[in-house]
């Protein structure tokens, strides 16, 4: 958590200024997969923001900007996410 909140420190940022998240449900590690979501969660849950999950395959020039783009129809809700693990 400390690296998020460092994160938005550099950016001159802070959770208040935050009205949604954006987490990658995968493919990936186990455990980084996990570990991202729940903090998302935790953190949308937490300041009452909405959280949306999306596949690393849906951005094909991973960047923010495509990211942002995106019609949010196309991402999954908080209560739908699922992580697409890979071996």
Do not use: W
């Not at 990658?24 to 998302?40: M, V």
């Not at 900007?65 to 209560?79: E, G, S």
């Amino acid at each position: 958590m400390i690296l998020i909140l460092d994160f938005l420190n550099e950016h001159n940022s802070n959770l208040d200024k935050i009205s949604e998240i954006f987490v990658n449900q995968g493919p990936g590690k186990i455990s980084s997969i996990r570990n991202s979501i729940a903090i998302a969660k935790g953190i949308a849950f937490a300041k009452n923001i909405d959280l949306y999950g999306f596949l690393s395959e849906h951005l094909t020039d991973k960047s923010l900007d495509q990211l942002v783009k995106i019609d949010k129809k196309n991402f999954t809700n908080i209560n739908l996410i699922k992580p697409l693990y890979s071996s």
